[in-house]
């Protein structure tokens, strides 16, 4: 064999090399896109299915504990992410494939570094803004839907807050109504809106405590105790002048006050005079 053809044998290696070299980059390089492009992928996923389990919860909530409504706009915001949701990473990856190896990437050419910059690919693009925008529909219908319950829950925690009140007056003669009363409390301030929590959990105790809450009518506010046991205006302000704890002298008291109260066994008992 001649110096020549050494040469040409020697040079056809590494030729060969060379070319193994570059194809085994290429492929490095193209897993690297498709891992990127589906780690981006199941990141927005994940975002839209919190964002659902947010709005499953609350709907659940508002239908269930309060026999509300869920807003005109749910179905179709739930359709958009069921639609979002239906690319699976299989369809992902074949558009990635189908894209990124119709050619190789001249790595020599890439930045001049030889590390090219792993990007998005369009489809991908275009399915996380189809993602993103379900989202965007989701959380705009979680939005009302919490405006909602927060405007049950101001509406209860002030009835409640009356009949603690009342409660605190009475020394806290009922106490099965005290503890419905603290129930409804914790509920209201610690898991309403606590999306974290079980829906149905809460919709079940929620409608226990008011059952027990419409058992006991005339403990509800002080209009309902005036009304159950008769009571006049001036003796049920006498009573609440009690309840902030301020003193009355018995000039302030009518004698027909006096006897009201005494009648009442809650105020009987629970009203105090002293010298």
Not at 16 to 38: C, G, L, M, P, Y
Not at 128 to 146: F, L, M, P, W
Not at 199 to 222: D, G
């Amino acid at each position: 064999m001649s110096s020549t053809q050494s040469l040409l044998t020697v040079v056809q290696a590494l030729e060969d090399k060379a070319k193994k070299h570059k194809q085994a980059e290429n492929t490095q390089f193209h897993v690297s896109v498709a891992r990127h492009n589906i780690r981006e992928v199941n990141r927005e996923l994940d975002k839209l299915i919190s964002s659902l389990g947010d709005l499953r919860y609350y709907k659940t909530v508002l239908e269930g504990a309060f026999d509300g409504s869920a807003p005109t706009m749910t179905g179709s915001a739930s359709q958009a992410a069921k639609k979002a949701i239906e690319t699976t990473q299989d369809d992902l990856l074949g558009n990635i494939q189908s894209n990124e190896m119709d050619g190789d990437v001249d790595l020599e050419e890439s930045g001049g570094s030889g590390n090219p910059e792993v990007q998005l690919t369009p489809e991908v693009e275009k399915q996380i803004g189809h993602i993103r925008s379900a989202k965007r529909q989701v959380d705009n219908v979680t939005e009302t839907i919490e405006s909602r319950l927060k405007s049950e829950r101001k509406e209860w925690s002030t009835k409640v807050g009356a009949a603690e009140e009342l409660q605190k007056i009475l020394g806290g003669h009922n106490s099965d109504f005290s503890s419905t009363l603290n129930h409804m409390h914790q509920l209201l301030t610690r898991e309403l809106m606590d999306s974290s929590g079980s829906a149905s959990n809460f919709v079940s105790q929620w409608k226990n405590a008011v059952r027990n809450w419409e058992q006991h009518q005339s403990l509800q506010s002080f209009d309902d105790f005036q009304a159950k046991h008769n009571l006049s205006d001036s003796t049920i302000e006498d009573v609440k002048t009690l309840s902030k704890s301020q003193k009355l002298t018995l000039a302030d008291v009518s004698l027909d006050s006096l006897k009201e109260m005494k009648r009442v066994d809650e105020l009987e008992s629970a009203v105090e005079l002293s010298l």
